[in-house]
């Protein structure tokens, strides 16, 4: 095995210098085998081959990474003895906890509503930073309104704080799922392709009990 603890212990934060470090250490941070270049370059979401190359061997020299050769390749794990690898563990888990995150917040709302989805970039995991959160909730059909908008109201602004994010609640009635299912507009592809269950039975089962016999 081998690698150098180089590690800038007066600026600890260099450790991710670019989106490419992040990608390469939330993939390694999510198993303990070890993994060539080319299986990482597979699996991160932002960066070519040769950058993904070129950040395992930076965050290797400064000790995060263990790296050893197998015949012509060479092998990388996340070095878990490295200072920083709680944090890159932690940084690694933030989309699970981040949809629990959203679960606990419908989930205190009253009424339950029947349903949370999160769909668009958010879901896909293809946006960025400036990027809304879309979240389609689906309440009873008998709510009183002000009341409940205050509720729907504070539960986005908990997430924007939690994430920074601008977030835009599409909000329909039960009753809605059945003009879903008959007309199909464009939001239902994503819903049945892309979208994430956060509270309740997911909506493409929903929308396809809803359809007309």
């Not at 950058?51 to 070095?79: C, E, K, Q």
């Not at 888990?93 to 709302?109: G, K, P, Y």
Request: with cysteine; aromatic share 2%.
């Amino acid at each position: 095995m081998m690698h150098s603890s180089v590690m800038d212990l007066s600026n600890p934060g260099r450790v991710i210098e670019t989106g490419t470090d992040s990608e390469v250490l939330r993939v390694l941070a999510g198993t303990r085998a070890s993994m060539t270049g080319r299986q990482v370059a597979r699996l991160v979401r932002d960066g070519s081959p040769a950058t993904v190359n070129r950040s395992l061997r930076r965050l290797a020299g400064i000790g995060i990474l263990d790296v050893a050769p197998a015949g012509r390749a060479l092998m990388y794990s996340l070095n878990r003895e490295h200072l920083a690898a709680p944090a890159v563990e932690h940084l690694a888990s933030m989309r699970a906890l981040f949809i629990e995150a959203l679960r606990r917040s419908f989930a205190d709302l009253d009424p339950v509503p029947v349903n949370a989805t999160l769909f668009g970039s958010a879901a896909r995991g293809d946006g960025d930073a400036l990027s809304d959160i879309d979240l389609l909730i689906v309440r009873p059909d008998d709510v009183g309104r002000p009341a409940w908008d205050c509720q729907i109201d504070e539960a986005a602004e908990r997430i924007r704080r939690m994430t920074g994010n601008p977030v835009r609640v599409h909000e329909i009635i039960r009753s809605d799922l059945e003009r879903l299912a008959t007309d199909r507009p464009g939001i239902v592809a994503e819903l049945e392709w892309d979208a994430i269950p956060v509270l309740g039975e997911p909506v493409d089962e929903l929308i396809r009990a809803a359809a007309p016999r």
